[in-house]
């Protein structure tokens, strides 16, 4: 089943512009992550934020998290054409070696 | 530093023959391994992970199986592919649980 879901599924936007997507979750967890797929290729690692956090950067993106919520959001800041690609959130519980993954959001920015 | 190699990068099968793909890590010992498959346009979901030499766990009931002969190899299996099976099929690495996994660029399967 599903543990985390990305909202929207699709965004599309200019070159400069800001992208925002979010990610709802239905159970506790020790961690969340935010992982990028370009078309056809693996996934790459973004930023990991733990459940004790609320905001985490890293160059232009920022990670928040609302354990409250069960919500987190990644925000990627003047995008970039090459920002092209999927956005996944991934969560992690305590004492499990699995990552459960949601559907991803396909970002598409346009030059 | 660590490399992740996942080989053949595509893969075309008739129904009914064997797979093998195989996943090899450099660069650390004793990692944590995943085989994750990925149907089009959607998120993984977890095949099998392992801790150790011998050691697989397996998530999902299916035509497939994991093994892990030596410590940085791991290798997804059938004896016989259905046309179910078809997908990206996505091996990653970890050194710890808690830490964010490292993927390898896939191995894109057909059945026909």
């Known amino acids: 089943s599903q543990q985390g879901e990305e909202d929207p599924q699709a965004l599309s936007i200019q070159e400069g512009e800001n992208a925002t997507m979010n990610c709802s979750y239905k159970t506790s967890i020790n961690n969340l992550q935010w992982y990028r797929q370009n078309s056809g290729r693996g996934l790459v690692h973004l930023i990991l934020?733990?459940?004790?956090?609320r905001e985490k950067h890293s160059g232009r993106l920022r990670v928040t998290l609302d354990t409250s919520k069960k919500s987190s959001s990644l925000l990627i800041t003047a995008s970039r054409a090459a920002d092209t690609a999927s956005y996944f959130c991934a969560t992690g519980m305590d004492s499990s070696y699995k990552l459960i993954f949601g559907s991803g959001t396909r970002l598409l920015v346009r030059p | 530093s660590q490399t992740i190699h996942q080989w053949p990068a595509t893969l075309v099968q008739p129904v009914g023959s064997p797979l093998s793909l195989e996943c090899t890590v450099e660069g650390t010992s004793n990692p944590n391994l995943y085989w994750y498959r990925q149907a089009a346009g959607r998120g993984l979901q977890l095949l099998f992970y392992?801790?150790?030499?011998?050691?697989i766990s397996s998530e999902v009931p299916q035509n497939l199986s994991a093994s892990r002969p030596q410590d940085r190899q791991f290798i997804l299996s059938s004896k016989k592919l259905l046309l179910s099976d078809s997908g990206f099929y996505l091996c990653?690495?970890?050194?710890?649980?808690?830490?964010?996994?490292?993927f390898g660029d896939g191995t894109r399967l057909s059945i026909l």
């Open positions: 990653a690495w970890n050194g710890n649980e808690d830490q964010p996994q490292h």
């Open positions: 934020i733990r459940s004790n956090e």
């Open positions: 392992s801790v150790g030499i011998g050691q």
